[in-house]
């Protein structure tokens, strides 16, 4: 059986460049626009939606005490800002199985 390999970014220019008849210089112009979009969205008011894909969302964490696992010493872990996505409920009932 083959390995499914993931599509690059060449690949998904190309695609959107056929499906809408547009060179790929364009489709990856529309890409760094919605990536521009997103950055500042997040930085505005802290989430970004792509409707019916996912929602990104900034999200303040707490310092905390951890744990190094090759030596088992207790470190702390500083507070620190992340995106996190979150994945629509509609994507997400299209690929994974009904339980």
Do not use: W, Y
Request: aromatic fraction near 6%; charged fraction near 35%.
């Amino acid at each position: 059986m083959a390995e499914a390999r993931r599509m690059g970014k060449s690949e998904l220019f190309s695609h959107f460049a056929e499906r809408f008849q547009i060179k790929r210089t364009e489709a990856r112009e529309i890409f760094d626009e919605l990536n521009s979009l997103a950055e500042s969205e997040l930085k505005r008011v802290g989430e970004f939606v792509l409707p019916g894909m996912c929602k990104l969302v900034k999200q303040n964490r707490k310092a905390r005490v951890g744990r190094n696992p090759a030596t088992g010493e207790t470190i702390q872990i500083a507070a620190k800002t992340v995106v996190k996505a979150r994945i629509a409920k509609q994507l997400k009932d299209a690929v994974l199985p009904v339980k």
